[in-house]
């Protein structure tokens, strides 16, 4: 399904997001870089060691941050790394709110135009999916509508029928359909 911020396409898909062919995907991160379950797992899994390495470093970051890296072998060019919660896994809407800002902003400081976002904070961190998708969509509109952005395109990748069934569903209350002229 596809829905519209301005000129920002926002897809809804379900999928494995270190499968998304796009200029960055966002990893649901902990503030010290590592990654090790949910998404961050996979990414490293898919897209190598090499990238949690280069996150470490760049780390701690305060939850709610977001940082840059190289992508590995995954299809992406970067992954930006969106702390989501600290060390103890734990994370609410402000954490999720935060990440997803900061995650905006680093695609825009970095000129990225097209941005895959996980329903951040609801593997590790058991944020339920209906709740993550209203705060992130939310965050994404007041972002668009009041920044000049880099960014075209904003692909949210869902993994598992649950999690796709209840953004797609907060998407219709939330966003702006792309209409197509109907004939008469």
Do not use: C
């Not at 998407?171 to 004939?183: I, M, N, R, T, Y």
């Amino acid at each position: 399904m596809e829905h519209k911020i301005d000129d920002v396409r926002i897809i809804i898909q379900q999928g494995d997001i270190t499968e998304a062919d796009i200029e960055a995907v966002v990893n649901a991160a902990n503030n010290r870089m590592y990654m090790g379950a949910g998404v961050a797992g996979a990414i490293r899994k898919k897209g190598g060691q090499q990238i949690e390495d280069e996150a470490v470093k760049k780390g701690p970051i305060e939850i709610g941050g977001s940082l840059l890296t190289s992508a590995g072998a995954l299809k992406a060019k970067w992954v930006i790394h969106a702390a989501v919660m600290g060390i103890d896994g734990i994370t609410d809407a402000e954490k999720i709110r935060s990440a997803t800002l900061s995650a905006l902003k680093v695609a825009d400081e970095n000129n990225i135009q097209s941005i895959a976002f996980p329903a951040l904070g609801t593997g590790v961190g058991g944020f339920p999916f209906s709740e993550a998708a209203r705060v992130m969509f939310k965050i994404v509109k007041e972002y668009l509508n009041t920044n000049k952005s880099s960014i075209k395109k904003i692909v949210f990748v869902l993994f598992g029928y649950e999690a796709y069934n209840e953004f797609l569903n907060r998407a219709e209350k939330d966003l702006e359909k792309v209409a197509f002229p109907k004939h008469i």
